[in-house]
């Protein structure tokens, strides 16, 4: 049985009450995503937010009322709410409460395959308790399941700051070792030229990775669906590989827990030579999406110039004057269908472009006698032009530094 879930909202005004609706069909799309039924949404407007439960004292009698007439088994506040808030409408209402950030952890637990990424959802978690276990009640955390206690978090909420704090330090050391292994992964992709894929959840980055690499991923109208970070090679010219990155998407309010728990998934897109910032061209609050994704790079410490803006989903777009729009908005961006694999062109000249400087083009002269090096040098190298005379053969071949000098030193 799908939980019956409510949202939540107050807004300080009429203008912004007009924005929350949009900020709301967010929240209902990542309730769908953990698995919830969204009845409908509750939007108190009013300038300041009452301490103690955050809505006005009518309006929460307002929404229990509602909350008994239909049921609800879960209030999802979109507004950030205090441990004791919550604690106060649990007490009238009776009816579990959570907040974004709580329902975001949420769907973090559920979509975290590999051990890294469970490791890392659990020690956001942990945070997240460590800053909520003050003043947090016990009036329903005995309840049990569901939407916002899922994951190692439940029976944690009872344990004392003390072991949770061991806890995380344990979970520290072990993520600590993967990084180890990590390392060594990345010094033997050092040389290749490094893409990834970042922007905002749903902007289609696995449909994007499925596309360049062919490799078969998840791929799906949940949020969040990635939070395994996955690096596979494709050919951007003949016998010369890049390595793309799919990684977890972004949104508004990322729980700052998450982003210091991912760290070691974020420092990956750091570390690369190109960063495609993946746009859904369809998405609501383009604009601010697209400034939040940019942010989100920027507290990472990317550096600007290796950011390219990509718009996709273009074939769902049936307004020539809507793309004229973006393009005239966006003079250097690209545009895209992943999915029907438009334009891929530009994408792959982009990035035919920035390789360049990471690729050394020479005329390799080969003595006859060590003719058995051209095979060597047509499996790994881009061959622009071949000639030969009676002495030797000469190679004009563009390929990584790294692979060329292992091919002089046999010369
Ligand atoms: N029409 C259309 N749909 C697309 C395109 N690209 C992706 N989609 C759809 O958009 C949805 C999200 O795609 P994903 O590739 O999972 O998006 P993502 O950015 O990886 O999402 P997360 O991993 O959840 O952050 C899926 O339903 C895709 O089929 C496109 O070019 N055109
Ligand atoms: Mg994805």
Redesign the pocket.
Known sequence: MKERVILVALVKNSKEKYKKISDLEELKALTETAGGETLGSFIQVKEHPSPKTLLGKGKIEELKRICQQHKVDLLIFDNQLTPSQIRNIEEIIKVRTIDRRALILDIFARHAHTAEAMLQVELAQLYYQLTMLTGKGTTLSQLGGGIGTRGPGEKQLEVDKRKIRERIHFLKKSLEKLKKTKEIQRQQREYFFKIALA?Y????????FKTLTKEDVY????????LDANTKAFEIFPNIKVLIT?T??FIKNLPPQLISAFHATLEDIKRSDLIIH?VDATAENLHEKINIVKETLKEIGCDEEKIVLVF??I??IFEKAQLLRLKREYPNAIF?????GTNLNSLKNLIKKRIRKFLKRKTLKIPKEKGYLLKEIYQKTYVINFKENEKEYQIKVLSYPNILYSILSKI
Not at 201 to 208: A, E, I, P, R, Y
Not at 219 to 226: G, N, R, Y
Request: without cysteine; negative net charge.
């Open positions: 922007g959840t749903n902007s289609g980055k696995s449909t994007l791929i799906s109208d949940e949020l969040f669906a990635t799919d977890i998407g993946l996709n989903k074939d769902l895209i269908s992943a999915l029907k």
